[in-house]
């Protein structure tokens, strides 16, 4: 436990997310109190490189001027309005007409709400509503992935595909269906290339839909790269077969953009990286670059006409939140697309991706690394006791957990999803800060590997 009083009185007051409660008692929580740029620092003053941009999110780091003054300058001229029963606000218009503007495919309009997990839920209702529009209300069912991540409330931790989302919450809900994961290393069969697995996954959703009957089914939800599962990329050829299959049966594709949009996977959205052409696409965390919260939603034409004539007949399109598109975060995230605008991020994080994945992949000579894995600004590795056998150390969540917390020691914050190792820094990240990184992280693997093998 660290000696000071913030962990303490934390311990006492604070229920974490995502935490073991019983040892969180016993550890506390490692307290940050400022950034700047791709650094934060704790309550000791002791400095970190942030490796994970928070959660997968500070695009801008953790310092921005102009960030601050547009917050400021909105709440003076109007701080709180909402956008329901006809009411509007410029931040919300504004920032809808540049997402459209930036949209991947043609898009119609853009819903907007707080968070990955409630734009989520939105379009799980906003796919039933439009069946019902649409005269077909047994198409209901919606297919995800395993290790699919897609958030926490009751139907978007019903979608995500890992364990701890569904044990003891009394999850999935009825009409969520999980299919293959489109990872290679782990779940091809023996001399099976990209392509074949490729084939076999588009062939095994196939066979998902027609058991359960294509008039039941109506979407598919994934993200580009697979992100909270272990940042896994599929092969090259997976998507193109995958939509094929979607297509065939009428069925949407969802493309969940939380942590590939705004320039992670090396251009705008991942669905132009890996090849996608969504109906639906919801996004977040760099919308704002995490400065607020704010999510949003972006529907094609045809669903949103479905939607238009079923809230026509109900009489109102009965779902949104207190602070959809809050003026506040709205303006925020608009400032924020200018700032990559102008800055041309995203051709930056472009740029960084070449000595990022080098670095990355380098690391698959570790006797500790079977995997290297990565696009973009985004990658893993993954810890196996051996690299032949691809064999996992037991216990599954150790060699992961003890990796990061070497990591920590030696300043740099990393995060472990089980043994997989996560590495997503700010975009703003620059060449002498990835060579740091990269150096933090080997001598943490070398020290994780002499202290798994005592
Ligand atoms: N979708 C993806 C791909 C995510 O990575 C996340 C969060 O990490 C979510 C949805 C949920 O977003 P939130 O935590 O803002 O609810």
Redesign the pocket.
Known sequence: LRGNSNAARDIAAHLHPYTNLKKHESEGPLTIVRGKGVYVTDDDGKEYIEGLAG???AALGFDNERLARVAYEQMRQLPFYHSFNHRSHEPAINLAEKLLAMAPVPMSKVFFA???????DTVVKMVWYMNNALGRPAKKKIISRIK??????VA?ASLTGLPANHRSFDLPIANILHTSCPHHYRFAQDGETEEQFATRCAEELEQLILKEGPDTVAAMFC?PV???GGVIVPPRTYYAKIQAVLKKYDVLFVA?????GFGRTGNVWGCQTLGIEPDIL?C??ALSASFL?I?AVMVNERVYQALKTESDKIGTFGHGFTYSGHPVAAAVALETQKIYDEMDLFGHARRMSEPFQRHLKALADHPLVGEAMGVGMVGAVELVGDKKTKAVIEPVTSAGATVARHAQERGLIVRNMGDRIAICPPLIIQPAEIDELFSRLRAALDAGAEELRA
């Open positions: 959660l997968w999110s707080n968070s990955g997990s409630e734009a989520n699919g991540y897609h958030g926490v409330t978007a993200e697979l992100g909270a969940d953009e939380v942590i590939c919801s977040a965390k919260p999510s």
